[in-house]
């Protein structure tokens, strides 16, 4: 009776033992099961993330790259935007016409415009220089003698105005006018159409000039005489003239030298004084 018993309880145990153990082990399966479904997605998922990521490239391809942001232009100094100007930066007396039919043909117009005409520019100028090779000699001459003297008074204006104006705008004037005629040669160098013309300097008439060089006062020398043969010529007798100046020794050209120096010491007292008579000095 007593092995019976025993061995009851021993079959209770044990059933309680492998009843605890399928238990604890169930939930664990359950849990395995739900993280191995998460892991592996199914094909809808995978088909979703697949469609995102496509779609989010597309996106990133069509936006435009950003442009670097441009720096901001270095603002020109006063004196840079001097040189830079289009307007002269003096008012330069205008010159007059230096022909008289250029008279001629302001006569000419102001005559079309009072008595109401409207010749086209190409009329108008045919008729007008036929007007003027029929013009008879007093006529001709009274033109020309009106832009002989319009050059005369524009000369003494000029000279006027050089003992007036501030020679330092002048000097920048002469830049600037520098840098205008660089431009166009280059453009004419580059093969490109330009309608401007080159400027000319600004130069004063009471600035001393400077003296002429040795070699050029004897050149002088010999044009103004009989030698080389006068009857050849000019570029045969310049030609002459320079080798007769290479052949020279130092003693024979020494007047020319010492003629040189007196004129350009001569030269330089003269500028001293021009540059404190000028209006503003230097």
């Not at 061995?7 to 169930?26: D, P, V, Y």
């Not at 401007?196 to 600004?202: A, D, N, P, R, T």
């Not at 004063?204 to 040795?214: E, I, L, V, Y």
């Not at 007196?262 to 000095?281: H, P, Q």
């Amino acid at each position: 009776m007593l092995r019976v018993i025993q061995s009851f309880t021993k079959i209770q145990i044990t059933a309680a033992a492998s009843r605890g153990f399928a238990t604890a082990a169930g939930p664990t399966k359950a849990k395995t099961a739900d993280s191995s479904r998460g892991a592996k997605p199914g094909r809808k998922e995978v088909k979703s993330k697949a469609a995102k990521q496509k779609k989010k490239a597309k996106a990133t391809a069509k936006k435009p790259a950003k442009k670097a942001a441009k720096k901001p232009a270095k603002e020109l100094s006063p004196l840079k935007k001097m040189l830079m100007s289009k307007r002269p930066l003096v008012d330069v007396p205008k010159s007059p016409p230096s022909n008289g039919y250029a008279y001629f043909i302001k006569d000419q117009y102001k005559a079309m415009a009072s008595s109401g005409g409207k010749d086209s520019i190409a009329e108008f100028s045919r008729k007008t220089s036929l007007k003027w090779k029929q013009l008879g000699e007093p006529e001709h001459t009274k033109y020309v003698s009106i832009a002989k003297t319009g050059l005369a008074q524009h000369e003494k204006d000029m000279l006027q105005w050089w003992k007036t104006v501030d020679h330092r705008k002048v000097d920048l004037e002469n830049m600037r006018r520098r840098r205008i005629n660089r431009e166009i040669r280059d453009r004419i160098k580059a093969g490109e159409p330009t309608k401007l013309s080159k400027l000319q300097m600004l130069k004063d008439p009471h600035q001393p000039k400077m003296p002429a060089s040795k070699y050029i006062m004897f050149s002088q020398e010999k044009l103004a005489g009989q030698s080389p043969d006068p009857s050849l010529p000019l570029t045969e007798r310049a030609a002459a003239i320079a080798r007769m100046w290479r052949s020279m020794s130092q003693s024979e050209k020494a007047p020319y030298s010492e003629a040189y120096s007196v004129e350009l010491a001569a030269y330089k007292d003269a500028m001293t004084k021009y540059r404190n008579s000028i209006a503003i000095g230097r």
